[in-house]
């Protein structure tokens, strides 16, 4: 960004010693000199019509053209302006069009960056609801089993008080397996 500017400053500097040499040449060359004469000439024209129709000042029916050594002198300065402004538009049109362009790619390079985010959220949002499914699926599963647990530990209690085995009297004790913990007692 510094060295844009620079280069604009630069450039701006290195114009108006070439203006200046565009006045000189134009005061020595044949060609330049008729094209300042002819500039000059229709630029007093349309000054004086100007003058005639915004202030109102009589009209005139001849006027008077700048004499040569004047009307070289007027188109120079003109064409230098003109070089210098010439420049200094291509300048800002340059700046214009390359801090637009910076902006642009900003603009693409966000907006990259929100739809890589969007698609991360969405990826996520999937991943959380498999997760939620699989853990409803873990509870349902881990409800079943203790009521598995809960019916086959009281079809052994019945069993074992109905008569099915017949251990009592002997020396050989029924041990009493728990096969999963009853709701009643705290899960680890």
């Known amino acids: ?3 844009v500017k620079l280069a604009t400053l630069v450039i701006r500097t290195l114009a108006k010693p070439i203006s200046s040499q565009l006045k000189n040449q134009a005061k020595q060359h044949e060609t330049f000199r008729s094209i300042c004469i002819s500039l000059a000439q229709r630029m007093h024209m349309a000054e004086v019509k100007l003058r005639t129709n915004i202030l109102g000042e009589p009209a005139r029916q001849h006027v008077k053209p700048l004499s040569e050594t004047r009307a070289i002198e007027n188109g120079a300065n003109a064409l230098a302006e003109g070089f210098l402004f010439s420049v200094a538009a291509l300048l800002i049109i340059g700046e214009t069009w390359r801090s637009s362009r910076s902006q642009s790619k900003q603009r693409g390079d966000v907006n990259e960056r929100i739809e890589e985010l969007s698609a991360n959220v969405t ?3 999937e991943r959380l609801e498999r ?3 699989s853990l409803g699926d873990v509870e349902l599963e881990r409800s079943r089993n203790n009521e598995l647990a809960r019916i086959v530990e009281r079809v052994v209690e019945i069993g074992l008080r109905g008569g099915w085995a017949e ?3 002997t020396p050989l004790k029924v041990p009493r397996v728990e096969l999963a913990p009853t709701s ?4 680890p």
């Open 167 to 169: 251990f009592e009297d």
């Open 1 to 3: 960004m510094a060295t």
């Open 184 to 187: 009643s007692k705290v899960l």
């Open 131 to 133: 997760i939620q499914e």
């Open 123 to 125: 990826s996520l949002t």
